[in-house]
């Protein structure tokens, strides 16, 4: 029976636009990469990690957060 890979995305499709342009940066050997993203209420940083092409959330950490932020995303770590 083949493998079934389910891939973890965000909900909000302007945070996981800003994930994937910033995971779009790292390099094709890295399998993993922790990402730092707001979201307009919080920050967050996520652990990430590649599927063939693909990226999956694997855990996430959240802070609320009381300044003016947007939609953004920056890797932080790879591996």
């Known amino acids: ?6 891939l973890r995305k965000f909900s909000d499709v302007a945070l996981q636009g800003a994930i ?20 307009g ?3 967050t940083l996520s652990v990430v ?3 063939g092409n693909d990226w999956t959330i694997v855990a996430a ?8 932020l947007g939609a953004e995303a920056e890797v932080r770590y790879t591996w």
């Open 41 to 43: 209420d919080s920050v």
């Open 61 to 68: 950490g959240y802070r609320n957060w009381d300044g003016k």
């Open 49 to 51: 990690g590649r599927i």
């Open 20 to 39: 994937d342009r910033a995971l779009a940066a790292v390099p094709a050997d890295k399998k993993g990469a922790v990402v730092a993203h707001a979201d």
């Open 1 to 6: 029976m083949p493998e079934v890979v389910v």
